[in-house]
């Protein structure tokens, strides 16, 4: 992962680094065996905080999101999941989202 902002250049360099470094885990792989296959890159959904964006929104509120959960996404998923059934069913959510709202930076 690379903070990069915006910028979706991919470094030649770190990719190398990526496929000399993986030896050392999986060895029987070899840079060599990726020589063939295209890079690619993405933007990861973080927020300023490092915390994901949970709740329904001001302005909309029939819209519920539940994203920007950065490099946690699959960890999180269990509560991130509860809570948006919570939302959904207008139960008391079981975690305090005042922290989470999706206008706290606007
Ligand atoms: C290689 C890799 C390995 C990972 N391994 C793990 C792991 O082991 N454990 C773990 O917990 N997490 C892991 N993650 C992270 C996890 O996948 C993410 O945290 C999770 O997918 C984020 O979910 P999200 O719903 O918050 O955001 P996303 O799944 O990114 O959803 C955001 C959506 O918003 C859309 N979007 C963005 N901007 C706009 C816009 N302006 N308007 C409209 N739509 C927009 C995007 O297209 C996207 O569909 C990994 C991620 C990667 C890439």
Redesign the pocket.
């Known amino acids: 992962m690379e903070l990069a902002g915006f910028d979706l250049r991919i470094h030649e360099s770190r990719i190398r680094g990526l496929t000399r470094s993986l030896q050392r885990y999986l060895p029987t792989y070899h840079p060599e065996d990726f020589s063939s296959i295209r890079p690619w890159c993405g933007l990861?959904?973080c927020t300023p905080d490092g915390l994901?964006y949970v709740g329904r929104t001001r302005r909309w509120p029939n819209v519920i999101v539940?994203?920007?959960?950065?490099?946690?996404?699959?960890?999180?998923a269990p509560i991130t999941g509860t809570l948006v059934s919570e939302l959904v069913s207008e139960e008391t959510p079981s975690v305090d989202l005042s922290g989470l709202t999706t206008e706290r930076f606007v």
């Not at 539940?66 to 999180?76: D, K, P, Q, R």
């Open positions: 990861r959904p994901p539940a994203s920007g959960h950065a490099m946690m996404g699959v960890s999180m």
